[in-house]
């Protein structure tokens, strides 16, 4: 089967997850046919979205001006997945503690920007991510905390801090899966789990 795989490509590692979603698909005898969304109409003939990292603030503002915010609630409305990563976990968070995000309240958690950032800019650690039979390396680039899980389960933690939750067909990750060469993550928020 193939699958239409929307990248949010306002800004990050849009390219990476591509690749990833990709690789991920052929893992599960799947193809992904990518579309990178900057306007509005795309995300409406996706079966599944990526929002990669960058810079939430700048992410937040051009979803709801170009009207892809809405499109994106409706896409989860729909029982739809998708993978947020990093700031992409910001812009989907319920709070994002910051007034510069609009933030759309499609993951029960509340975040703090840059939060593992003010102790190291950017780290690396194996995590145990349910779901995944062995370590997953994860790469941290100043990186939010999530600090609060309402309704959503957790996934993976690291220092005995949530970095990997998922709400329904919703996956976010404090890190960024796409850039390592394993695309188990990919696999395991688009290809391995039933949504209801
Ligand atoms: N620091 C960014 C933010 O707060 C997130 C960093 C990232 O996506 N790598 O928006």
């Known amino acids: ?19 990833a979603i990709r690789a991920a698909a052929l893992a599960h005898d799947e193809t992904a046919e990518v579309r990178e ?17 960058g810079e939430s603030t700048t992410i937040s503002r051009l979803l709801h001006r170009e009207g892809i915010a809405q499109e994106i609630e409706a896409h989860v409305d729909d ?3 998708v993978l947020a990563t990093c700031a992409g976990l910001i812009v989907l968070s319920a709070d994002a503690n910051d007034e510069r995000v609009d933030s759309l309240g499609l993951l029960d958690v509340s975040v703090e920007r840059n939060a593992f950032g003010r102790q190291k800019d950017s780290f690396e650690a194996p995590l145990d991510v349910t779901g995944l039979d062995d370590p997953f390396h994860a790469v941290f680039i100043r990186a939010p905390l999530i600090e609060d899980v309402g309704d959503a389960e957790v996934l993976a933690e690291w220092d005995g801090r949530p970095v990997a939750v998922r709400q329904g067909p919703v996956v976010g990750t404090s890190f960024h899966p796409e850039l390592t060469t394993d695309h188990r993550l990919h696999g395991l928020a688009f290809f391995e789990t039933v949504h209801g």
């Open 1 to 19: 089967m193939t699958v239409t795989a929307g990248v949010v490509a306002v800004q990050g590692d849009v390219s990476e997850h591509a690749d």
């Open 79 to 81: 029982g739809k997945p």
């Open 37 to 53: 969304i900057r306007q509005s109409g795309i995300v409406p003939d996706c079966d599944l979205l990526l929002l990669p990292g």
